[in-house]
T-cell receptor, first 117, second 111 residues
Framework: GAVVSQHPSRVICKSGTSVKIECRSL??????MFWYRQFPKQSLMLMAT?????????EQGVEKDKFLINHASLTLSTLTVTSAHPEDSSFYIC?????????????FGAGSRLTVL | GDSVTQMEGPVTLSEEAFLTINCTYT??????LFWYVQYPGEGLQLLLK?????DKGSNKGFEATYRKETTSFHLEKGSVQVSDSAVYFC??????????FGTGTSLTVIP
């Protein structure tokens, strides 16, 4: 089945630094990937839609300059949290839609837990 | 707009008890409906899905039936196990790539 790999799974950084999270589709091509943020005991909040070869589409209220998204190839999207602050600490999850036999099903990465000190 | 409403948790059950997690949706048209499960420290995994009215999705003993008349997609399992402890998310997909998730329901199964 479709597999999405996300790295790193956990990262701790100092306030003011930038952190990059990678999301890869391992056995399928994804022209579109999605980045979600999950707060404790809450649902997933869609942050942005990452489009291969073009600019990401951000949801209302998400800072484009803070959460930089790059979708450089059909199998890789990256989320960079710039100048991270403690309030950016969260669980970030990426997903991609498999257009194969499992069409219209989102496959999720395992998530990346960011802790900003 | 489109949305999903899930019963609030947490839910605590004894092993072998019957499970129901309610999910209702609001959508124009005919969305596809999903249940995803999230185990501690992991991302979401697709549990089951249904793409049209009256379809029943099933997997690992879990079932959910797409009820258009009641706009519901309740998750059920006849006999839960400790390993079923997780957070369960109901979701819908309408047009394009946008998925809408419920707030999640935490299930704890005790031996």
């Amino acid at each position: 089945g479709a597999v999405v790999s996300q790295h790193p799974s956990r990262v701790i950084c100092k306030s003011g630094t930038s952190v990059k999270i990678e999301c890869r589709s391992l056995d399928f091509q994804a022209t579109t990937m999605f980045w979600y943020r999950q707060f404790p005991k809450q649902s997933l909040m869609l942050m942005a839609t990452s489009n291969e070869g073009s600019k990401a589409t951000y949801e209302q209220g998400v800072e484009k300059d803070k959460f930089l998204i790059n979708h450089a190839s059909l199998t890789l999207s990256t989320l960079t949290v710039t100048s991270a602050h403690p309030e950016d600490s969260s669980f970030y999850i990426c997903s991609a839609r498999d257009s194969g036999p499992g069409a219209n099903v989102l496959t999720f990465g395992a998530g990346s837990r960011l802790t900003v000190l | 707009g489109d949305s999903v409403t899930q019963m609030e948790g947490p839910v605590t059950l004894s092993e072998e008890a019957f499970l129901t997690i309610n999910c209702t949706y609001t959508a124009t048209g005919y969305p596809s409906l999903f249940w995803y499960v999230q185990y501690p420290g992991e991302g979401l995994q697709l549990l089951l899905k249904a793409t049209k009215a009256d379809d029943k999705g099933s997997n690992k003993g879990f079932e959910a039936t797409y009820r258009k008349e009641t706009t519901s997609f309740h998750l059920e399992k006849g006999s839960v196990q400790v390993s079923d402890s997780a957070v369960y998310f109901c979701a819908l997909k309408q047009f394009g790539n946008q998925f809408y998730f419920g707030t999640g329901t935490s299930l704890t199964v005790i031996p």
